[in-house]
């Protein structure tokens, strides 16, 4: 940009400059502007309004003016260079006003409409080779063809799945495309691309906005997950006890058993007895039941979903502006750190100085231990890190078990095989780790719940930080969102026979005690036909936690209560808002 607004400089200055090379000089000008639209963006078209600006006054009064523009010692790039320039000359400080108002009403507002366009279309151009679901296809806006729609992203991909089975389909987002793949080649294809082509971090990034809601330095370094995936679920069958008795404490406070029937909003009792059964074996008692942490765990979880919900509403251009304004990070760690500092700075002084006698086993000092480097084994930074991990666990186990106990009281039928199940395991087993592995009814009713229901129709969300060519040939450009359709999968007969049909104990049925194919059938087990918890590199590493805990409650449920929905047999349409009626065990 400096370099031909130097050209032009100097050709102004030649003596041919004048009047009556004033076409010339706009032809040039001209063609840098279509070259520069092209290759500039945001903080670049400043540079190029300012030109225009000259331009505009050199048609309308000359070189001289004009001129006065590129004599500032500052680059051209400054934007505040006309204002220094016109308080040291007079003509020009005259002229200010009507720069100011030719920059905005001939230039920047044609320009940034120009760029809006041309950015759209390109992008939009891009993609046309990949069909459209939901709204009709809207050249130029994807943004457009999303206002107005109240269809919500379950339906249009189920619409996808079924119109290209076994294929690629994308709809628009508010302000963006999203590619779903339903084809099995090119699921594998997702699974196998790299961190540096298809990114979970920067999809993860984005839809979280994880800046605004988690706060840089969690992200910046993933290390929890490989706490989550190796000492939390190698110490599961030591910690099982406490799980169990801590959610069974939770059960009598959230859900009383009582003779008569009694109706308990499903989600907030399920959402407290998950996020105390979790942070037992997260930071361990008194904390773990203390109602003012456990408040802050769940808010801060919903908030999360909230804030980054809001901040993706609008282009990415303000989302650090809205991202600043809303963000959650400071207050909430602030108000995790009143509650978890004063134990962890505890526990790091028994680190230094190499005194616990009985080193603590819990998720909290795993971290401490695991912290890579002092500027993330402070206690700012491991409480950044515990609220992360409860965001990770609470919502999602929460959702799950909520679902298929929406399930169990529509088809209370299923109640009695299931306490068969339990009963004889737990008599030979007691509750323990193992005895979870041996509740195939159990697991495959809750895995069935997740093919039927889930969570969402689309996993593995991955950002296309490089543009990208599935072996088919479609092409992805750089800065898509792509994701995998489970709907697909799971509503495919070829893969889940009768898969229309909730059958609770199709995977139980297909278990063989004598090859032991439970674990093969497990829901933790992933697989390119069983994305709940993803598959490959990201796959869930909180899944077996997560996993033992739901079936722990399921059993326990089973064990204990009786359950239905108040319209008997009624399916509930949203878990979030289901009421379910529960009264003591009866028989
Ligand atoms: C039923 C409960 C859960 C479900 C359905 C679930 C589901 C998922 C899914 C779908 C992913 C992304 C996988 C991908 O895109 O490839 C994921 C990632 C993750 N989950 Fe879970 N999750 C659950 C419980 C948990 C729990 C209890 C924890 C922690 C204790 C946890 C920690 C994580 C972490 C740290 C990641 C990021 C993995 C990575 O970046 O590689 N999750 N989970």
């Known amino acids: 940009m400096r370099q031909w607004s130097y050209a032009i400089y100097n050709l102004e200055r030649s003596p041919a400059a004048g009047g009556r090379h004033c076409a010339r000089h706009s032809l040039t000008l001209l063609i840098s502007f279509s070259v520069h639209c092209q290759c500039y963006c945001g903080f670049h ?53 009507m720069d100011v108002f030719l920059l905005y009403s001939h230039v920047i507002l044609p320009l940034g409409i120009c760029y809006i366009v041309v950015y759209l279309v390109r992008s939009t151009l891009k993609l046309y080779h990949i069909p459209t679901v939901g709204r009709p296809f809207v050249p130029l806006l994807s943004s457009f063809s999303v206002l107005g729609s109240r269809r919500d992203h379950k339906d249009i991909i189920r619409e996808g799945c079924r119109k290209y089975k076994n294929g690629i389909f994308k709809f628009a987002e508010r302000h963006q495309w999203h590619i779903v793949v339903s084809d099995p080649r090119l699921i594998a294809e997702i699974i196998r ?70 109706k308990v909003f499903l989600i907030q009792a399920i959402m407290q007895i998950v996020c105390r059964t979790s942070n037992r074996v997260f930071v361990g008692l008194p904390l773990g039941r203390d109602p003012a ?66 080193k603590h086993n819990d998720l909290m000092q795993w971290l401490i231990d695991a912290a890579p480097g002092e500027k993330h084994r402070t206690p700012r930074a491991l409480v950044a890190r515990i609220l992360t991990i409860n965001m990770a666990a609470i919502h999602t186990t929460t959702m799950t078990s909520s679902q298929a106990l929406c399930y169990l009281a529509a088809y209370p039928e299923y109640i009695q095989p299931l306490r068969e199940e339990v009963e004889a395991v737990v008599r030979d087993n007691g509750w323990t780790k193992e005895a979870m592995d041996k509740l195939y009814k159990v697991d495959s009713f809750i895995k069935e719940t997740q093919r039927v229901k889930g969570m969402s129709s689309a996993s593995m969300m991955r950002k296309a930080v490089q543009n990208f060519t599935f072996s088919d040939g479609t092409f992805i450009p750089k800065g898509t969102i792509v994701s995998v359709a489970m709907e697909g999968i799971y509503k495919d007969d070829d893969i889940y026979p009768d898969a229309q049909t909730f059958r609770p104990f199709r995977f139980a049925d297909m278990h063989d005690p004598d090859n032991g194919t439970g674990e093969q059938l497990s829901m933790v087990n992933t697989g390119i036909n069983w994305l709940p918890f993803g598959h490959g590199k990201h796959a869930c590493p909180g899944r077996f936690f997560a996993s033992y805990e739901v079936k722990a409650m399921f059993a326990h449920l089973v064990m204990n209560y009786d359950m239905k929905m108040e319209k008997e047999g009624e399916l509930a349409q949203d878990e979030r808002s289901a009421q379910i009626l529960f009264r003591k065990r009866q028989r």
């Not at 000359?62 to 220094?84: D, R, T, V, W």
């Open 45 to 97: 078209m400043l540079r190029l309004s300012y030109a225009a600006v000259i331009f505009l006054r050199y048609l309308k009064y000359g070189s001289e003016h004009a001129a006065l523009y590129f004599s500032a010692p500052s680059p051209i790039i400054s934007c505040p260079a006309p204002l220094a320039i016109s308080s040291t000359h007079s003509k020009s400080s005259r002229l200010l006003n």
């Open 293 to 358: 942490y456990l408040a802050l765990n769940k808010r801060f979880t919903i908030e999360v979903f909230q804030i980054a919900s809001f901040i993706n509403k609008f282009p990415s251009i303000l989302r650090p502006f809205v991202g600043m304004f809303t963000s959650n990070v400071q207050r909430s760690t602030a108000e995790a750190f009143e509650h978890l500092g004063g134990v962890i700075a505890e526990r790091l002084t028994e680190r230094e100085n190499g005194s616990w006698p009985d």
């Open 193 to 262: 691309a790299p961190e540096n082509v298809l990114s979970f971090n920067e999809a993860t990034a984005q839809s979280l906005q994880t800046k605004y809601t988690i706060g840089r330095e969690v992200f910046e370094n993933g290390y929890h997950k490989s706490v989550v995936r190796s000492p939390l679920t190698r110490n599961l069958g030591v910690l099982f006890p406490d799980m169990h008795d801590e959610l069974v404490a939770a059960f009598a406070d959230e859900i009383p058993a009582r003779d008569k029937w009694t």
